[in-house]
């Protein structure tokens, strides 16, 4: 009899737990939701995107209605419109306990500015990706001009990278490479702020110090790009205080193996 008992109780219990959370759910599912927090995340200087105008964003769209109960907020939906921005890297929505929920944003770093053929500008930022420009938001980047047929939208990096056929037509992979390595190298970040490409799809650096230029050549792997730019430095380094900044108009480092100057 008592293990019956017990039993009843412990069915009684649950049943009233079940009805307890049923209730407390439903009133949660009726709140009116407050308005999310959003916390962006970027690393150095350039922030293209605030949280005003990502609220303006959301609420043109009609995410951010009034009088948003809990039980209509789709996270997965929120999440899916802030991904389509290309400044956003990656995005999570999540809901508190109660009115509260929250937006994570971490936003993509910009490293080159690529101006086209097509009269075109965006980004690329530090894992191949094209960030569209804004007109509230610059970022001090080194700057790529002149014969440049990628467009925006044409593939990113890694999609020219693993293709032998858009590595042949492509030159977003080669402007990866140079300034990917110049935004790591402090040096060359504070030496090298303009690069253009010719009709021979070879790259001429435009430095901001001395009135020289630097003939730099193709850019087709990442071990040439090392190989030319550790050469560069031992010149710029060894030779050039002896010789003067001023002393030679062109550089060239295109040729396997030396540095060819001329003078001006």
């Known amino acids: 009899m008592k293990k019956w008992l017990k039993i009843s109780l412990i069915v009684l219990f649950l049943l009233g737990l079940g009805v307890l959370i049923f209730f407390v759910k439903r009133e949660e599912n009726r709140q009116i939701l407050s308005k999310p927090e959003i916390f962006i995340q970027v690393k150095g200087e350039s922030a293209f995107l605030t949280k005003n105008e990502l609220y303006k964003r959301l609420d043109l769209a009609g995410l951010l209605p009034k009088g948003l109960q809990a039980k209509n907020l789709d996270p997965n939906k929120v999440e899916k419109f802030i991904l389509k921005m290309s400044e956003v890297k990656s995005v999570r929505v999540y809901k508190k306990i109660g009115k509260e929920w929250n937006i994570d944003v971490v936003l993509r770093v910009p490293i080159a500015r690529i101006f086209n053929s097509f009269n075109e500008t ?9 960030i569209g420009t804004s007109n509230f938001h610059t970022a001090r980047v080194l700057v790529f001009n002149g014969n440049i047929q990628d467009r925006l939208n044409n593939e990113n990096v890694t999609q020219i990278i693993n293709n032998n056929y858009l590595k042949s037509i492509r030159k977003l992979d080669d402007m990866y490479r140079i300034s990917n390595y110049v935004c790591k190298d402090p040096f060359f970040h504070s030496l090298v702020s303009q690069v253009f490409v010719n009709e021979q799809n070879e790259f001429i650096f435009v430095p901001l110090v001395g009135d020289q230029i630097i003939e730099f050549g193709t850019a087709i792997s990442d071990e040439e790009v090392d190989v030319k730019f550790k050469k ?5 380094e060894q030779a050039m205080p002896y010789e003067g900044w001023n002393k030679y108009g062109v550089i060239m480092i295109k040729y396997n193996g030396q540095i060819v100057c001329k003078k001006k």
């Open 232 to 236: 560069l430095k031992v010149f710029y």
């Open 122 to 130: 965006y980004y690329l930022d530090a894992e191949g990706y094209k």
